[in-house]
């Protein structure tokens, strides 16, 4: 086998490849970008200070470097987000989050956290628990929040899942916060089923759920506003089922997206046993669940809080 071919070395481009700048800063990589002062000072307190100190006599020809602890692709990307005449480029999240590390950790460049945030919010959806860890580490209470509401739909208490590598810069405590926040989150949702007084019963439906000459096997949960008789065991089973299928995924945005055709078909499957149920039921399931159920299992979902500390 061939080995994997070599990328080419990184090259500064415009506007950072010289010949103007007053200051060289060398990436750790060895790749030059000629800058002014002036520009890196007025958006850093560290390189203003850095700057402001006496520096060593050069010879006039000669432009002082500052060694940079960071490569060069690093350097290239997080001078483009402020450097006049450059666009940020960005290209995937671990990228990002060593750019803020270099950008506002090291440098305190605080001006340039609202950029920073609009480009971890474009992550939320495809990337939430690294988003959480990125956010965690920088502070940023209110993306943290929406991450965590989209890391819900994600297996997080599965023992096989795996963390992404950016939780390196983010803390235990925090992980364990947002695993908690994922373990309410599931035992609301299988909490969902075993209280009925949320279900808006209209008469069709009561008469085919709790009808007294109904045959199908009773169990002890009761509609609201009925005369004791207890619900068909297999909307129960169906409620349970599907409430344990959304736990391990406990997201809002999950609900509307349950595959739960084979719940449904198991539950019309024990309704066809019954004279009084087959022929109306599947219409009515149907409509319960996208009417009822599914609205009341997100109403609970969404009066779990996240209990974060950073």
């Excluded at 080419?8 to 010289?18: E, K, Y």
């Excluded at 628990?129 to 929040?145: E, S």
């Excluded at 065991?233 to 349970?240: D, F, T």
Aim: glycine letters at 4%; aromatic letters at 10%; a negative charge.
């Amino acid at each position: 086998m061939s080995d994997a071919p070599v990328p080419p070395p990184f090259v500064s481009r415009a506007p950072f490849h010289g010949p103007g700048g007053d200051v060289i800063l060398r990436s750790s990589d060895g790749v030059d970008f000629y800058v002014y002062r002036i520009i890196l000072s007025l958006t850093s307190p560290i390189f203003e200070h850095m700057f402001s100190s006496p520096q060593p006599q050069l010879e006039s020809a000669t432009l002082p470097v500052v060694h940079m602890a960071e490569s060069a692709i690093i350097l290239d990307r997080s001078l483009r987000f402020f450097y006049p005449g450059a666009e940020p480029v960005v290209d995937n999240l671990d990228q990002l989050c060593d750019i803020l590390e270099l950008l506002i950790g090291k440098y305190d460049t605080q001006s340039l956290v609202h950029l920073g945030q609009r480009f971890l919010r474009d992550y939320i959806d495809a990337e939430p628990l690294g988003c959480f860890a990125v956010a965690v580490r920088q502070g940023w209470q209110d993306i943290a929040h929406t991450a965590a509401r989209k890391c819900l739909s994600l297996p997080l208490l599965t023992p096989t899942y795996k963390l992404p590598d950016l939780w390196k810069h983010a803390s235990g405590t925090a992980y364990y916060q947002l695993l908690q926040y994922h373990y309410r989150c599931g035992e609301a949702a299988r909490a969902a089923w075993r209280d009925l007084s949320w279900v808006n019963s209209p008469e069709s439906h009561k008469g085919i759920w709790q009808n007294y000459v109904c045959k199908c096997t009773r169990h002890p949960q009761r509609l609201p506003g009925t005369k004791g008789f207890g619900t068909s065991a297999w909307l129960i089973e169906y409620l349970r089922a599907s409430a344990e299928m959304i736990a391990t995924s406990p997201s809002p945005d999950m609900v509307d997206k349950l595959d739960d055709r084979y719940l449904m078909v198991e539950a019309l499957h024990s309704a066809q046993n019954c004279q009084d149920c087959k022929s109306r039921m599947p219409k009515v399931l149907t409509e319960f669940i996208s009417t009822q159920w599914w609205p009341h299992v997100k109403s609970e979902l969404a009066k779990v809080e996240l209990a974060l500390a950073i």
